[in-house]
């Protein structure tokens, strides 16, 4: 059994801004903003929701199964999925079509403005979760990509009873407010930031309440102050790990669903797994790029443990990662 995860295939075009968008907004002038910011740097990365969550996954010792549709520009990005224990052989490659992209500036707040070419995402609604039946899927995650394709994996993994992860997060503007509601209804669980869950209540006119009594749990990151996870009547406060350094900000949520899911899977207590996700996004907060952070399993348990005590809990993953 395996754990799949959906969602855009994509390269970073990651830059840097010597200075804060914030003192260059004119709040009055918002009808008529144009704004064009001087980057010191830019940097091509390995990115998208799907192959970031995977590359985590793998990192703690799963072996995940990435599904989805990249450009003719891939065969480098499969060689180092393959080589870092990620599954590619449901990445479908689209004839005459690149890569999705995601363009990010960052400035010294670690605010973002970022920009997303669709590209061979596009093609994403043409891949089935029917097809991955002999896979055995013990969850699947639904990330951002094609809304067409968001749609028709929610209503296949409900079809087939494969419990899935919906989130959403940078499509909630896009997807239709009817089928975000429905993303969540039988949904095991919602993972979203703070912002995207204000969004996701004014769009789809839900509160949380109504949110957790359609899913199982709901994981709210929360940037430096940590995460929450809410199970039924409980609420489990995961605070954030302190990094080494702070260099870029892009892909620590993946990283964040990354971690929380081996711990998951593994059948680990609630504050562990979000104390795993913490650690996974520290890791990648201290790297530029979403897959440029690695540590071996008996390396992640050890800084765990400088943070958290798992009372040998996370001996289980050096067990299984041999």
Not at 87 to 100: E, F, H, L, P
Not at 107 to 131: C, P, R, V
Not at 150 to 168: G, N, Q, R, S, T
Request: with cysteine.
């Amino acid at each position: 059994m395996s754990i799949v995860c959906t969602g855009s295939i994509a390269y970073d075009y990651l830059m840097t801004f010597p200075g804060y968008f914030k003192d260059h907004i004119l709040l009055d002038r918002l009808e008529k903003v144009s704004l064009s910011f001087l980057v010191d740097s830019m940097v091509r990365q390995r990115g998208g929701t799907a192959p970031n969550i995977a590359y985590t996954l793998a990192l703690l010792g799963e072996k995940p199964l990435l599904m989805g549709t990249a450009g003719e520009d891939f065969d480098d990005y499969r060689v180092w999925l393959e080589e870092h224990g990620v599954d590619t052989r449901y990445v479908k490659i689209i004839s005459g079509k690149y890569t999705a992209s995601f363009f990010a500036n960052t400035d010294l707040s670690n605010a973002q403005i970022a920009s997303f070419y669709t590209g061979a995402m596009a093609h994403a609604k043409e891949l089935s979760i029917y097809d991955l039946q002999q896979e055995q899927p013990e969850i699947v995650t639904i990330s951002p990509n094609d809304p067409e394709a968001m749609a028709k994996y929610v209503e296949e993994c409900k079809a087939l009873h494969i419990p899935y992860l919906y989130d959403p997060s940078q499509q909630i503007v896009r997807v239709d407010p009817e089928e975000l509601r429905r993303g969540v209804q039988g949904a095991q669980s919602l993972f979203v930031n703070s912002y995207e869950l204000e969004l996701f209540e004014k769009r789809t006119g839900m509160t949380r309440k109504q949110i957790l009594e359609q899913v199982q749990f709901l994981v709210v990151t929360l940037g430096e102050d940590g995460a929450l996870i809410y199970v039924r009547n409980q609420e489990y406060q995961i605070p954030a790990v302190k990094p080494y350094r702070i260099v870029e900000p892009t892909g620590v949520g993946d990283a964040f669903r990354g971690g929380f899911l081996r711990g998951f899977r593994l059948g680990l207590d609630w504050q562990t797994c979000g104390q795993m996700g913490a650690l996974a996004a520290t890791y990648c907060l201290e790297q530029s790029g979403p897959q440029n952070h690695s540590y071996t399993p008996a390396e992640f348990v050890a800084r765990y443990r400088e943070n958290f005590d798992d009372r040998g809990a996370l001996d289980v993953l050096l067990q299984t990662s041999r």
